[in-house]
């Protein structure tokens, strides 16, 4: 079946944004077995996020500099949308000096003091080096996709007068993907503005240290408390585990490291709709698949044998991924309403539905550390077999 064949068999299903968003991705019609050979991720997301009536998206791309050996300013008070001119700039500041020191003409993203202002070569010389090792698919074996992916993400950082950060090239990969059927020049563009879309909600969330760490510790810690509080007793206080330790990967690349790219692409489905607060649905998506493997956790006999788990999460464990983001979705409903006690029974059922042996037997025992104990023995054995 030929892409053009695949784009008028959606347009026929899902004739607005609003019923794509809501009936083809959160109600599951898009990954029905009789609907999966039409799914072009490509036109959904250019349908979820690139509308006409969007002044700002990008619609020219710069060309790579060949010689971009001078110190550059990337910070201006003029931050139009379109592509910006690259202007030279005398450095007169040192880069750990306080927001008030800085030049007037600077713009400080929040919290981002030690920020360097580099150069445009030593960008791109990490650029390069990113995407030079991004193994996310075969496709970035290509030279052309090379270039292509590092124009893209140059462009990024010109428009948006930012700095460059390790694991922007793995999620900008997983949206080019996506359009790698397109022309050229339209593959880059659209590449450029979906992961602008996205990174306009992730990054001051997920790649600002100060924010991410109040992420983790403030509304990750709440929800994971209010929804399971003998499984967070057990991580925070059993095991005095720092959720931030883990947490750093899963939510700067979303998923990207942790599950099968298939799998976590019906994730960003989700994501991409903003139906729900970015930052609301990955805490509460983390808290799902936190329920889904209590036993193992339970197992666990000290934080380096948890943090293996949540760094190699159990693939036999992941739940339908429809089904987990429905889920995530209720969580959060429940949490913005501030329903704690419905909170509390969600994340009990969910409990009970993904470990329901383990969870029959603890609802009988007192002796819960026993308990633990056993569980531990079965996972030794367990490991030991599969050797």
């Known amino acids: 079946m030929n892409n053009l064949d695949q784009i008028e068999h959606l347009v026929s299903r899902y004739e607005t944004r609003e019923e794509l968003a809501k009936r083809g991705v959160w109600g599951g019609a898009l990954y029905r077995a009789e609907e999966v050979p039409f799914l072009d991720r490509g036109w959904c997301w250019k349908t979820l996020l690139l509308g006409d009536e969007d002044e700002l998206l990008v619609t020219e791309l710069a060309e790579v500099p060949e010689d971009s050996s001078t110190t550059t300013q990337w910070y201006s008070s003029d931050r139009q949308p379109q592509v910006r001119n690259l202007t030279s700039e005398q450095v007169s500041t040192h880069p750990l000096m306080e927001t008030s020191s800085a030049q007037p003409n600077s713009v400080q993203e929040p919290d981002d003091r030690l ?30 996709s090379k270039r292509e992916m590092i124009q893209i993400l140059y462009n990024y950082v010109i428009h948006n007068q930012t ?45 600002e240290e100060a924010t991410l760490l109040d992420f983790a510790q403030s509304k990750f810690d709440r929800i994971l ?59 509460c998506c983390v808290v799902v698949l936190l329920i889904a493997i209590t036993r193992d956790l339970y197992s666990c006999e000290d934080q380096g044998e948890i943090i293996s788990i949540l760094l190699h999460y159990p693939r036999d464990k992941l739940i339908d991924c429809v089904e987990l983001m429905k889920q995530s979705a ?52 367990g490991l030991r077999l599969k050797k």
């Open 330 to 381: 209720s969580l959060f409903e429940l949490y913005a309403t501030k329903r704690y006690d419905d909170m509390q029974s969600l994340g009990d059922n969910l409990c009970r539905i993904h470990n329901r042996d383990w969870y029959d037997k603890q609802t009988q025992v007192s002796d819960h550390n026993r308990l633990r104990l056993e569980e531990r023995l079965k996972r030794r054995v």
């Open 163 to 207: 700095s460059y950060k390790q694991g922007y090239h793995e999620l900008c990969g997983a949206v080019y993907i996506q359009m790698a059927n397109e022309e050229p020049e339209n593959r880059k563009l659209n590449t450029l503005n979906i992961f602008n879309k996205l990174m306009q909600r992730a990054r001051p969330i997920f790649y």
């Open 225 to 283: 408390r209010l929804a399971v509080p003998n499984l967070h007793k057990l991580l925070t206080k059993h095991h005095g585990l720092d959720n931030a330790v883990w947490l750093i990967r899963w939510t700067r690349l979303l998923f990207l490291r942790e599950f099968d790219l298939n799998y976590v692409l019906r994730i960003w489905d989700h994501l991409l709709t903003f139906m729900v607060p970015l930052e609301d649905l990955v805490a």
């Open 115 to 144: 920020k360097e202002k580099i150069s445009v070569q030593e960008t791109l010389e990490i650029v390069r080096l990113d995407v030079s090792r991004l193994l996310l698919h075969p496709i970035f074996e290509s030279a052309e």
